[in-house]
DNA sequence: TGCAACTCGTACATCAATGTTCAAGTTAAG
DNA sequence: CTTAACTTGAACATTGATGTACGAGTTGCA
């Protein structure tokens, strides 16, 4: 985030942002943020609106497009590391894993959708390496239940986490279809991962 | 497919295409298919180019971007009712949507890739009355299970269809990753929705 | 208070995609 | 063989997005 290749703007002599700068920049990733992971094809034009800040102030702050995208994912990263950490991830591992989805299912669906609408603007490569570690913990938790003996052992791990995501983004696509309530859904969600994990 | 509205050049008194103009429209929409549905923001430019045809006869058999792309989701539901038809449906529910799941999950993941890249480009509500009637099959099948005992009755029925395809889906994905190959994917495909459908 | 950092609107250059027009050539079909 | 359907490239108008330049105003901070 503070890597001083994210801005373009001439910065005070200590490496310091002034206040009102900092505070565009957030207004700028948040409403990023927002639209970015609710539909593809958004416009530098569109998230400077949002933000309520002139298009020329964002560009002030992220040199191009690319380099907005990658400030987008970044924060989500700290994100989800800071969401990571308030789960408590100890105990039986199928235990833990209901608790880690519980809380972070939104976040999970949000990030897929973040990650899918910036393809065309960030290198796979660069999209790889900073997501890697994300999923890993995820499957770190369900190899762990694997020996355990609480989750099934004759599927790849690798298609294990696959459906975990995939079926958490089907559960947000249902809601926002209206064929799922925002209570059901967590619920759903759990049931349907827990007969596919059983061994 | 032959409505008239599709196509904008002058057509011959009786209503018929002459030979070589049915080819350039066959061209166009086979390399259209396979455009559309390995990724967005594809342009009318590289379809006519991936067709081999001119870009101004693509714009005289599909005066629109939108129009292209209906008459691209025409054609992929006439497949899909093609194929649906040539599977055997009869017997046990179970047994029945395997078979069904084995013949057209290709189809099915290729459809919901175009139905994705085209979103933009035709009214969600068209998308919606045209796409409908082959969820309902899906649907009546795995309904006719529930019925039947083999498959569970606590899931939402909704949800059960959105869960076969999003697997699909992510089968499909997971081929491409290199992470499956074309042998494994229909097996753990079969066998994760077996584990999600039982009672 | 004063200065540098910051914001903003307007304007401009560039680029890529869409859709149209035209004139000349090619081909199917009666 | 003759005609009308069809194809084609080149050229053009339009639109929307990206990124830059400038000059005037605002605001944080020492």
Redesign the interface.
């Known amino acids: 985030m503070d890597n001083g290749k994210t801005t373009a703007s001439a910065r005070r002599p200590g490496g310091q942002r002034r206040a009102d700068a900092q505070r565009s920049i957030d207004k700028i990733l948040t409403a990023g943020l927002k639209l970015y992971s609710s539909r593809?094809?958004v416009s530098v034009a569109e998230v400077a609106e949002a933000a309520g800040v002139g298009r020329v102030t964002l560009y002030g702050h992220f040199p191009s497009r690319t380099e907005l995208a990658k400030a987008l994912m970044e924060r989500t990263f700290e994100e989800t590391e800071a969401a990571w950490q308030s789960v408590d991830t100890s105990g039986p591992a199928d235990e833990a894993l209901d608790r880690v989805l519980r809380e972070q299912w939104h976040l999970m669906e949000r990030n897929r959708n973040l990650r899918e609408n910036v393809l065309?603007d960030v290198s796979p490569q660069w999209l790889r390496t900073r997501h890697d570690p994300i999923l890993r913990r995820v499957e770190a938790l369900i190899s762990r239940g694997q020996d355990e003996g609480v989750f099934?052992n004759?599927?790849?791990l690798?298609?294990m986490v696959?459906?975990l995501y995939?079926?958490a983004?089907?559960a947000a696509?249902?809601i926002t279809a209206g064929?799922?309530t925002a209570e059901?859904a967590p619920e759903?969600l759990s049931?349907?991962l827990r007969?596919?994990y059983?061994p």
């Open positions: 593809p094809g065309g099934r004759d599927l790849p690798s298609w696959t459906t995939s079926l983004h089907a696509d249902e064929r799922l059901q759903i049931t349907s007969s596919l059983r």
